[in-house]
């Protein structure tokens, strides 16, 4: 099967480039970067930034349709509990970061338990917390705990946040983390319960033997013994296909719409690519590979393929001796291009003409944000990481990783001027 590569974006020392600056705003933009935190207190809707600065702190996450700081997803408890407020969100309509909200702890009660987490899509983002709130006793009344969901529309300051009661029949001490997805958020517990995230009610509730989730949808594996996968709809909870195949160990390849899974039981194995956005799973696929929007690329000792998982089409493709000779350490994709690292040329290619178009590159797009923003990395990435924000399991493997801090970066419909390099 050979050796498959995570390939999203940066690995190259800054080197000569046919492009060397960024994009010159629209009539509908305003040049510069947003400052962290930068307040919006005007009536009238404001200008669309250029470019803006990543949520200030250390602990930053992708979303379905933004990113933000210090919301941590995994559950927290201890009578010494309180809320992060140094948390800031990006909004994609402004191109500026906010504060993210936080509740408020009555007086007299105390926090003991919380997760946070920012779900929706690209449209109507919401940041839920679940939280518990415990009222010490007094006289003869015992001590009391309640349980609650709190949504905050981020980006309209001084609305009042929605509330609603966790289902008094789940034990909130047996879930561990909650996860996003466009339709709202996912508790994962003994049962995994799914919340719609415009009323706060549950959705579903699956006690299946649960594999994994990303945004919009989750797996489990047959029962009765067999390793067979069920992929089910985030909306809510629905079966929307199955695989037979012989399951894939610790898991299957998670991406933001979709899974890849091992199809049949004969070796050598075939994978296939189940995509949630029209429920159908696609063969052939690669084992693995990284994706840049709904382009899939896979490499190896001997191989490069750039596949298109709409129409299920490879786009671009070498194999043998014209891999073999490249001698390549990494390699990324982005847009139209390949950057691939070795010790030679380290040329980047654009894949509609196999044309070298530049050695080297000083510049490079790393992560798609959303429909309209990009994040972009001067320079080489320290770590080698493909992506910053790992597009996984959104639970564990959507935080920041890179060590270099990239910028924000308009690209309405994901048309980016550049550079690309």
């Known amino acids: 099967m050979g050796l498959l590569t995570a390939i999203t974006v940066?690995?190259?020392?800054?080197?000569?480039?046919?492009?060397?600056?960024m994009p010159t705003p629209t009539s509908s933009q305003t040049a510069g970067s947003s400052g962290a935190g930068s307040a919006e207190t005007s009536s009238a809707p404001p200008a669309i930034a250029s470019t803006s600065a990543l949520p200030r702190g250390n602990n930053r996450t992708l979303?379905?349709?933004?990113?933000?700081?210090?919301?941590?997803?995994?559950?927290?408890?201890?009578?010494?509990?309180?809320?992060?407020?140094?948390?800031?969100?990006?909004?994609?309509?402004?191109?500026?970061?906010?504060?993210?909200?936080?509740?408020?702890?009555?007086?007299?009660?105390?926090?003991?338990?919380?997760?946070?987490?920012?779900?929706?899509?690209?449209?109507?983002?919401?940041?839920?917390?679940?939280?518990?709130?415990?009222?010490?006793?007094?006289?003869?009344?015992?001590?009391?705990?309640?349980?609650?969901?709190?949504?905050?529309?981020?980006?309209?300051?001084?609305?009042?946040?929605?509330?609603?009661?966790?289902?008094?029949?789940l034990d909130i001490k047996t879930f561990g983390s909650l996860?996003?997805?466009?339709?709202?958020?996912?508790?994962?517990?003994?049962?995994?319960?799914?919340?719609?995230?415009?009323?706060?009610?549950?959705?579903?509730?699956?006690?299946?033997?649960?594999?994994?989730?990303?945004?919009?949808?989750?797996?489990?594996?047959?029962?009765?013994?067999?390793?067979?996968?069920?992929?089910?709809?985030?909306?809510?909870?629905?079966?929307?296909?199955?695989?037979?195949?012989?399951?894939?160990?610790?898991?299957?390849?998670?991406?933001?719409?979709?899974?890849?899974?091992?199809?049949?039981?004969?070796?050598?194995?075939?994978?296939?690519?189940?995509?949630?956005?029209?429920?159908?799973?696609?063969?052939?696929?690669?084992?693995?590979?990284?994706?840049?929007?709904?382009?899939?690329?896979?490499?190896?000792?001997?191989?490069?393929?750039?596949?298109?998982v709409t129409q299920n089409k490879l786009i671009f493709e070498r194999h043998g001796n014209e891999v073999r000779g490249l001698h390549i350490k990494h390699l990324y994709f982005a847009g139209k291009y390949l950057y691939i690292d070795n010790d030679s040329d380290k040329p980047v290619i654009d894949i509609t003409t196999s044309q070298k178009v530049s050695s080297g590159w000083a510049v490079r797009p790393t992560d798609l944000i959303n429909k309209d923003w990009m994040l972009i990395i001067k320079g080489h990435v320290t770590n080698d990481y493909g992506a910053c924000f790992n597009t996984g399991e959104p639970d564990s493997r959507n935080s920041y990783g890179c060590y270099e801090q990239g910028t924000l970066v308009y690209a309405p419909n994901g048309e980016y001027a550049g550079p690309w390099f």
Not at 10 to 19: H, R
């Open 10 to 21: 940066l690995a190259a020392t800054p080197a000569c480039s046919t492009q060397n600056s």
């Open 179 to 308: 996860t996003p997805t466009y339709y709202g958020f996912i508790a994962k517990g003994s049962p995994v319960v799914g919340f719609d995230g415009n009323s706060l009610q549950p959705t579903f509730r699956s006690t299946d033997n649960f594999g994994g989730t990303n945004f919009a949808g989750f797996y489990t594996y047959g029962s009765g013994g067999q390793s067979d996968e069920v992929f089910h709809s985030a909306k809510d909870g629905s079966v929307v296909g199955e695989n037979n195949g012989t399951g894939m160990g610790g898991g299957l390849v998670t991406y933001a719409d979709g899974f890849i899974a091992i199809v049949g039981h004969t070796w050598p194995y075939q994978y296939g690519y189940f995509d949630l956005r029209d429920n159908q799973l696609k063969t052939p696929a690669p084992s693995g590979g990284a994706m840049w929007g709904h382009i899939l690329t896979s490499y190896g000792d001997d191989f490069i393929e750039v596949r298109d």
């Open 63 to 169: 979303s379905p349709g933004t990113v933000y700081s210090q919301c941590g997803n995994n559950f927290s408890g201890g009578d010494d509990q309180k809320f992060d407020t140094t948390g800031e969100i990006f909004n994609p309509k402004t191109g500026r970061n906010v504060a993210l909200p936080t509740p408020e702890v009555p007086a007299g009660q105390k926090l003991t338990r919380q997760a946070c987490v920012v779900g929706g899509d690209g449209d109507t983002i919401r940041v839920f917390y679940v939280i518990t709130l415990s009222t010490p006793s007094s006289g003869l009344t015992p001590e009391s705990s309640t349980t609650s969901i709190v949504s905050f529309d981020p980006f309209s300051p001084g609305a009042q946040p929605q509330r609603a009661p966790w289902p008094t029949d």
